[in-house]
């Protein structure tokens, strides 16, 4: 998947280094849309030309957002004007063997035929596509109105149901916001959280929203001696955290890096360096 622009600055970065480093001997898929997708086919794609050529492999372009049909059977043909390919015994165009277009999610039976169509009508051989079912699984809900009966894919994404990771950190502790946002998902349903998050349920309504993008946060509780507060943040390499503990009683706190101090009443203020290796660990302020 090329969601590496937040490490490289770029995608061509990461996708030569897939081409000449991680698979330099072996044909494999590349999820394409987490950005820009038709930037990455029209403009990335032929900086790349010579390398794609010069493996012995099939590099297949995915689409995964937007609608398939139009996404894949566009792809085929930007790519005939790129790559090039042969014209086989029956009249139709077969692409460059070192390319093909792939949309391995939510192909029905329908949208098979579709593509296929499309492609025959303009010339291009079915084999230029590989195509999945995905999410959409074999499970269906069967619908009853009056006297005709369908059945409606029943898949992860019915309920929203999918784990993405958000969040990652450099070798010195820098944080990386992960995320997707492609432009082919006009409807925005792929769009990921950014960083850090926090989920809220508002009580009254019961309605829930998230806040992403996150390097602090903050809480307070009421506790017999009063009410104790924590605030802590991340800048850069550094972690802070800010403890007000109520007089009359004491706070244990736990630093990423793992120092322990017992704090009495008043306003504490405690740093740390931040790295990646102390991710497991959590500045936990303990009331006593």
């Known amino acids: 998947m090329c969601s590496n622009f937040a490490m490289d600055g770029d995608e061509i970065t990461h996708i030569r280094r897939l081409l000449t480093e991680v ?3 072996q044909s494999f898929s590349m999820v394409s849309d987490s950005y820009d997708y038709w930037n990455l086919v029209d403009n990335i794609l032929p900086q790349l030309k010579d390398e794609i050529l010069a493996l012995g492999v099939c590099l297949s372009i995915r689409g995964d957002s937007g609608d398939p049909v139009e996404v894949i059977t566009e792809t085929v043909f930007r790519l005939w004007n790129i790559f090039g390919g042969t014209v086989n015994s029956k009249g139709f165009k077969v692409l460059n063997p070192h390319v093909k277009a792939l949309y391995g999610d939510s192909i029905t039976p329908q949208r098979c035929q ?35 009966k369908s059945y409606a894919p029943y898949t992860r994404d019915t309920f929203g149901i999918a784990v993405k990771a958000t969040y990652a950190e450099g070798c010195i502790g820098d944080p ?68 007000e503990v109520p007089a009359g009683t004491s706070c244990e706190t736990l630093l990423p890096d793992g120092t322990e101090d017992i704090l ?15 991710a497991d660990k959590a500045a936990a302020p303990a009331m006593k």
Not at 213 to 240: M, S
């Open 114 to 148: 579709q593509i296929y169509e499309i492609l025959e009508r303009a010339g291009f051989a079915i084999n230029n596509v590989a195509l999945g079912v995905g999410s959409f699984s074999m499970q269906c809900l069967e619908m009853i109105e009056s006297d005709s």
């Open 264 to 278: 009495t009443e008043g306003t504490h203020v405690l740093r740390c360096k931040y790295r990646a290796s102390y």
């Open 176 to 243: 990386i916001m992960i995320y997707k946002n492609p432009k082919t998902d006009s409807a925005h349903f792929k769009k990921s959280q950014r960083g850090c998050c926090v989920v809220e349920r508002n009580p009254i309504t019961g309605d829930y929203s998230y806040r992403d993008g996150l390097t602090w946060a903050q809480a307070h509780t009421q506790t017999p001696y009063g009410t104790a507060r924590a605030h802590w943040k991340i800048e850069g390499n550094a972690f802070e955290l800010t403890v």
């Open 23 to 25: 698979y330099p001997h």
